[in-house]
């Protein structure tokens, strides 16, 4: 087909296998002569993967979020290609494969990956594939930091009136939605002029954390935890 840009007439094939391939070109018009060449064009088979340009990962190795936050996912290679990102949490018993969009722009591709209630350590496999099916990875790590606060619940005491000479046992359901790391429990108790801290203990049997705290003054007591 005629090319009024190049001026050139032009022919696009693509070829199953390599080796050389010869051709003719013959050109014709009715009163003029027919003129026919032949020429032959080496095919090499493509067998080099895509390479990702450096500086173009995102998220960078050790990036850092907070739960809910989404991640921007983007690679750049130096040719066409299709672009994936297999993501994994947990200890890698979690995961999610994301594909990429080519962005329009110089074989770059981005994305975003919106799972990030688990809070820890985030591993990234990019792999890029062109379009002969040679392929490529690279990886690279962010971090979900845990934002969320435990949920507490007080389940002793339930009485409100002790004497002096009472140990007052202090018990509370602790839990943390995302991730059991529950470092410390303490129980704060203040009264006029005074206050006290006591931790509380993980109980193996109950699940829930224990302590005791002995009054030393007649007075009103909050208990907070």
Known sequence: AYNATSTYYEYDRSFASAGNKS?????SRSGFQTITLSDFANITEDTIAPAFVPGSISPASGSEYNQTNNVSLAACVNENSTI???????????YELINLSYNGT???????FTNTTFPGIYSITFNAT??????????TTFII???????VSIIEPTRTLFGLDETIF??????????????????NVTWAGGYDEVSLS????????D?????????SHTLRI
């Open 23 to 27: 051709y003719n070109v013959t050109c």
């Open 170 to 187: 202090i018990s509370a359901n602790v839990t943390d939605y995302y991730f059991d790391n529950i470092n410390s429990v303490i129980a």
């Open 130 to 139: 062109d379009n002969s099916g040679n392929s490529n990875t690279t990886n």
């Open 106 to 112: 110089n074989w770059c591709y981005n994305s975003s």
């Open 202 to 209: 993980y109980n193996s049997t109950s699940g829930l954390y």
């Open 84 to 94: 994936s990102a297999n993501i994994s949490w947990d200890s890698a018993s979690a």
């Open 211 to 219: 302590g005791l705290f002995a009054p030393s003054t007649a007075a």
């Open 145 to 151: 930091n845990d934002v969320t606060a435990p949920a």
